[in-house]
């Protein structure tokens, strides 16, 4: 299914999201069902993005089938697991090491370029966006994400690499993603 653009209800979703200049993101990620938010009708845009939680972002938005095997031996008994050995399953994630996935590790930006590049499989780019990738390994990553659209980086000239990723922020890249 091709997730479409919700219009923005008068009342928000989420009781966390009314101030937050992710809202119309947010509601669009609920209207179409790739969250139900962190508990108690909030959703914490604040909140930072771990690796478990990216990747049920990440499967439900993508719609990925369920995977025929368990990839990763620290992630038993995680309520992502499913999800986690979906991405993997897809190749859209290794882990963090020899069958490993860090589950509870928090994702950075760079991590995340990757990640969605592999998910959307978007097309590479020969044009450099940023000045501060040099040195990551994600940097053909961060330059794809940003030549489809999907971001603009955290300023003019800098996509801020080792930043982490918030939930609002999270929201706010699977919609770009979508809408272009």
């Known amino acids: 299914p091709t997730p479409t653009r919700t219009p923005t209800p008068s009342a928000p979703t989420f009781s966390d999201i009314a101030n937050s200049k992710f809202r119309a993101d947010i509601e669009w990620l609920a209207a179409i069902g790739i969250t139900s938010g962190c508990g ?43 999800n986690i050995n979906r991405l993997a399953q897809a190749g859209i994630t290794s882990g963090c090491g020899p069958s ?3 589950p ?47 971001t603009s980086g955290c300023s003019a000239d800098r996509y801020c690499p080792s930043g982490l990723v918030t939930r609002g922020q999270m929201a706010a890249f699977l919609h770009r993603a979508f809408s272009r």
């Open 40 to 82: 108690d009708g909030k959703f914490c845009p604040d909140g930072l993005v771990t690796r478990a939680q990216m990747a049920s972002f990440l499967s439900r938005a993508v719609g990925l089938p369920p995977a025929d095997r368990d990839y990763f031996t620290d992630d038993a008994g995680n309520r992502h697991e499913s």
């Open 100 to 102: 490993r996935f860090c």
């Open 104 to 150: 509870s590790g928090l994702v950075t930006r760079e991590q995340m370029a990757s990640f969605l590049v592999r998910a959307f499989e978007l097309p590479a780019t020969s044009r450099d966006f940023f000045t501060d990738d040099a040195d990551s390994r994600h940097q053909s990553n961060i330059n794809r994400l940003a030549a489809s659209g999907i």
